[in-house]
């Protein structure tokens, strides 16, 4: 199933990972931070969590607290703090084993209420919506 909140291939208008690359070397350059060249190197490191947050999967930097959006099978690398103490090198991101089924559950929200983290069941999820009469 195709996810419908808005991901990293989405916002940036791209298709691969290469090209998120791109994109965040963009990004850092203006914040004055060079990033490493790309790489096809599986990511290593400490993982990182997507959350569903007001309709966008993001990614948080453990380091810096920098949030990205976020893109199944691409890992994590900063534009903020260029992952230095992973070395520089892209961290692995996991996401829930359904996001597909957690964004069903939630587009019922307002898009602000659209928020998912970890730990958290589609159960409790379709709770929630009940309690707010959803």
Same mark, same amino acid.
């Given at each position: 199933?195709?996810?419908?909140? @808005? +991901? $990293? *291939?989405g ?9 998120y690359?791109?994109s965040?070397?963009r990004? !850092? ?5 060079t ?12 993982? @990182? +969590? $997507? *959350?569903?947050?007001?309709?966008r999967w993001i990614?948080?930097c ?7 959006? !976020?893109?199944?099978?691409w ?9 230095v103490?992973n ?6 991101v996991v ?5 597909a089924?957690i ?6 929200r307002?898009v602000a209420?659209r928020?998912?983290t970890?730990?958290e069941?589609?159960d409790?999820?379709?709770r929630?919506?009940?309690?707010h009469?959803?």
């Open positions: 199933m195709v996810l419908t909140a @808005i +991901t $990293a *291939r916002f940036f208008a791209i298709s691969t990972a290469a090209e690359h791109t965040l070397v990004v !850092a350059a203006a914040r004055g931070v990033l490493p060249a790309w790489t096809e190197d599986r990511p290593k490191g400490g993982m @990182i +969590t $997507a *959350r569903l947050e007001a309709w990614m948080e453990p380091d810096c607290h920098d949030a990205l959006f !976020a893109e199944r099978g890992g994590f690398l900063c534009p903020n703090c260029a992952n103490a070395a520089g090198r892209y961290r692995p996401w829930p084993v359904d996001p089924a964004e069903a559950v939630l587009s019922v307002p209420n928020n998912w970890p730990g069941s589609l409790d999820l379709r929630e919506n009940q309690e009469g959803l």
